[in-house]
């Protein structure tokens, strides 16, 4: 069970960084291979396509939300602080990427992303108590002495 944590806690977190790298272009230029967006500004159209019941201007301010969520989020994770907490934001924001991607493109993919898979994982990671391996249980410890 500690190891299995531990794992979904960096998958998550990763697959959050690794988002995030590629929307700033670390992944490559538009159009090459590893990459979605490629940069911003390709990132801030997709956005603005999932989010298109807002308007453009609102729109950037989500992505801009979005990215930071993913970025703060991944970071707890990644260190076990507030973990249970980390754990159920990561999967509410996981859950509405998911929404939005229906709405917007289909349920297929959302599939192709697996985005209802990391929610899901996130949202058990959320229901233990205990992390070992984590900030939170060094916290822990220390409080008892």
Do not use: H
Request: aromatic letters at 16%.
């Amino acid at each position: 069970m500690m190891y299995s944590q531990l794992f979904v806690r960096v998958a998550v977190a990763t697959a959050f960084l690794s988002a995030v790298a590629d929307r700033l272009g670390f992944w490559g230029a538009p159009g090459t291979t590893n990459a979605s967006w490629g940069n911003w500004e390709n990132f801030v159209t997709y956005s603005n396509q999932l989010n298109f019941f807002v308007p453009a201007s609102t729109g950037k301010l989500l992505a801009l939300g979005a990215t930071i969520l993913e970025v703060v989020l991944a970071l707890l994770l990644l260190i076990g602080y507030r973990t249970r907490l980390a754990a159920l934001f990561s999967g509410i924001l996981l859950t509405v990427f998911a929404l939005t991607m229906t709405l917007s493109f289909g349920i297929k993919v959302t599939f192709n992303y697996s985005v209802w898979v990391g929610a899901s994982a996130c949202f058990l990671l959320g229901s233990y108590r205990d992390f070992p391996f984590s900030f939170d249980r060094l916290m822990k410890k220390n409080q008892k002495k």
